[in-house]
């Protein structure tokens, strides 16, 4: 079988990263002789220590387009200034328009910072008064890009924080659903396992679009360990089938105490085996893949252990309407999680 390589942790990947990418940014400075090249290092780590690759895009491409209007605003100033008008009067009135687009959207604040430094700072030296801007506008340009290059070479795995989510999100609807079979009445734990899965699901979405944007260098393969983008409606689904289930016994208060103890123990049976799929498919869709075949066959089987408690729960319930429609829903719904968990691509599959 082939070896897994041993993970780099994302701590020594961010590490990496912030350390190359700032002496990639200042060698690149230095050949080009800018005369304030720590501006480009400067530039560098803002974009580059920020903690998606998305968040670094936005950065670096505010940093260049703030350094580019303070720059024109600031070459405006300059000819004013070499038509004798007072600097500090330049300054202000040049402020006015930049302050406005900083408050706008800060994170163009730079065209701030860069006119200061084109219209205040003195240019040293007999060089033009014009080369201070240019110079500027080059140093932001080689320490975004320097980051960018960097965070695209070596992104930050989103895909892994994805699976990491996913599971998360199957381990509290695991227990949402327990709740609600064990103990439909207890409001707070169940709506606190709501806001719980509600809040790792938009997580999830976040790290699927920071997992798009690494695509470009870290191919998502569409292999058992990469359906990620499948599982994660199906967990929202999934959510809504719980919330209806919560709903079967709220809209009916005396649901709950119309059950026989016969039903009642056949509902503990079946909340024990979706907490126990639950476990399985959260260990199944974990960033941890040094088990994934044995989770696999784990989660099918707990998945067929829950179908049958569930027959004799609904068998059972015959008389009711609400409550077996959607146990029925959820088991379904969780089949098709479980089946989608299964999907292995003839690309994915180990070779011995």
Known sequence: MLTK???ITPELRRFARTLISCMLSYGAAKLATLPELYWAVITTLVVVTQPSLNQALNTGRDQIVGAVIGAVVGVIGLVAILRGAPPLIVFAI???????????????????????????VPASGMGSPFARPIDRVLEILIGAGAALIVA??????????AHNRASE???????????YLRKPDDTTH???LHRRSAAAEQALDDA???????????????????????????????????LFLGQAFSGDPQLAARLTTSTRDTLNTMADAFVELSKALAATLDADRRKQDENVRE????????????????????QNTVLPFVLNLLVQDFGDLVATVEVLDKRGQKKS
């Open 5 to 7: 390589k041993p993970a």
């Open 94 to 120: 040049a402020l006015v328009p930049l302050a406005a687009l900083a408050a706008w959207r800060p994170t163009l604040r730079l065209a701030c910072v860069t006119l200061v430094i084109v219209v205040l």
């Open 152 to 161: 695209f070479l070596m992104p930050n795995r989103a895909i892994n924080a």
């Open 169 to 179: 999100i199957g381990l509290a609807l695991g227990e949402l659903i327990a709740v």
């Open 190 to 192: 169940a709506e606190d």
């Open 208 to 242: 699927i679009t920071e997992a798009g944007r690494e695509h470009i260098i870290v191919p998502v393969k569409r292999t058992r360990e990469n359906v990620i983008d499948k599982v994660a409606p199906m967990l929202t689904r999934l959510h809504r089938d719980a």
């Open 299 to 318: 989660a099918r089987a707990s998945f067929e252990r829950l179908q049958s408690a569930s027959n004799v729960a609904c068998k059972s319930m015959e």
